[in-house]
Structure formats: C-alpha cells, structure tokens
C-alpha cells in the first residue's frame, strides 16, 4: 500500500510568485491536512479537508488556499510569496477529519 | 485555540539511560495527545500516542503519562540506544484527526545519545 505522496519534494521560487503544492492520500482516505513547518518549529496546521470541503482553517493570511479533488488528492497554494513562507510543507491524510493522520514526506519550498 | 509547550528544547543523554520530554497544554477539550519522532529531513512519524481516558501507556520502552488534572504529559524512552537520537514533538487535539483546529504542536526536542 502506498503512502501518503507529495510534489514536488523541493522547489525554490522568488519572493512575490505563486507556488502550487500538491498532495496524494493513502488510498481510501478521504481526508487531507496541510500543515506548514519552519526549521526548528513544530508543524503548525493550515488547513483540513473532507469530502471536497474546507472543514477547518489555521491561523494563515488569505495568501494560503487550498481545495480537493474528487479523487481525494489535494492542492495547497501560497500566492504572494514571501521569505518568511519558507518551510517543509507536510500533507496528512486520514480516513475520515475524526480518523488517525499519516503524514507524507513533504515538500521543502525556499523562497529567495 | 490551543497551545502547547514542550521542554526540554535539547536533551543530551548517555546510551542506556532515560530521558524524559514534558509538554503542557492549555485546552481542556483536548482530549488526545500524540508523540512523534522526526529525523533530519524525514516526515513526523507517530511512535506513540494517549487519549485522556487512559493515564499510562507503554510500548516497548517508550513510555507516555497524561495527568487531565495539571494538563500536561510526558514521554519516556528507557534504555535509550544511538537510533533514538532525533527530534521528537508532542502534540494535542480533540481527536487523532485533528478536528477543525488541526494537531497542535509542540516546538519540539532534540534528542541526543551520547555513546
């Protein structure tokens, strides 16, 4: 069974573009977390999805947005970068927003 | 919303000892409290976990204590061995998944075996 897949593993993009990141649940989990970590932090969590809707929101400004497909996989978008945005962005997906999540290798963005 | 706090931000022990990493949180609905180990460059990986009707959970030799009560808990690893030397968070949240808050981490401690 695959895991929990995400791409690109790193990007770097300058400050001011527009970043797309994108994420592939467990097979059978219809639920995918984003979370956001900078080096030397714990992740903190950005977004939740279920079912194709937003079902919860961290503290991020409106430059983060994200959606799911009907397939389930996920993309997180970051408009506006600043230098601040770099970090590993992590995806985590479950069963259901209830369910036990596993998290996906992430993908190291650095914005210059 | 929730805030955790961890201590100590680094842990440097001998091989074969204990080491012990508390964590406090502050919401009282949260009711599940994960541990993860993280090393350089790799994903969070669970390596245990409690729910706020259990007290004490083993698995092997790691360890977690939840005390409701002051609202913290603590992770155990007994007999520690080189492969432990990694960065590990605690966390909290109304449920495994997270709910509409997400997990909420812990700033996290290094761990380092001496040998």
């Given amino acids: 069974d695959a895991g929990v897949t995400q791409s690109p593993t790193h990007l770097i993009k300058t400050r001011g573009q527009h970043v797309t990141l994108r994420c592939s ?3 059978g989990h219809k639920s995918v977390s ?3 970590q900078v080096l030397g932090q714990g992740p903190q969590f950005i977004f ?8 919860g929101r961290g503290n991020f400004p409106d430059r983060f947005s994200a959606r799911q497909f009907p397939n389930y996989s996920s993309e997180l978008n970051v408009n506006a970068l600043l230098l601040g945005d770099s970090a590993l962005y992590l995806c985590a ?7 036990l999540q596993y998290f996906g290798p992430g993908t190291r963005l650095t914005v210059t | ?12 022990v001998q091989e074969g000892d204990s080491a012990v990493i508390k964590c406090t949180y502050s919401d009282s609905a949260s009711n599940y409290f994960p541990w993860y180990k993280q090393e350089l460059g790799k ?4 390596i245990i976990d409690i729910r ?3 007290g004490e959970k083993k698995d092997q030799r790691i360890a977690v204590t939840l005390n409701k ?3 913290h808990f603590s992770l155990h690893i007994t007999e520690t061995q080189p492969e432990d030397s990694a960065v590990y968070f605690c966390a909290a949240s109304i449920g495994p998944g997270g709910g509409a808050d997400g997990l909420t981490f812990g700033k996290g401690t290094h761990l380092i075996i001496q040998p």
Avoid: C, D, F, M
């Fill in chain 1, 93 to 99: 997906s479950s069963l259901a927003p209830t369910a």
């Fill in chain 2, 1 to 12: 919303g929730e805030n955790v706090e961890q201590h100590p931000s680094t842990l440097s």
């Fill in chain 2, 52 to 54: 706020s009707n259990v």
């Fill in chain 2, 69 to 71: 009560t002051a609202k």
């Fill in chain 1, 48 to 55: 939740q999805y279920y079912e194709k809707e937003e079902r």
């Fill in chain 1, 34 to 36: 984003w979370y956001q």
């Fill in chain 1, 25 to 27: 649940p467990i097979s």
């Fill in chain 2, 43 to 46: 994903r969070p990986q669970l």
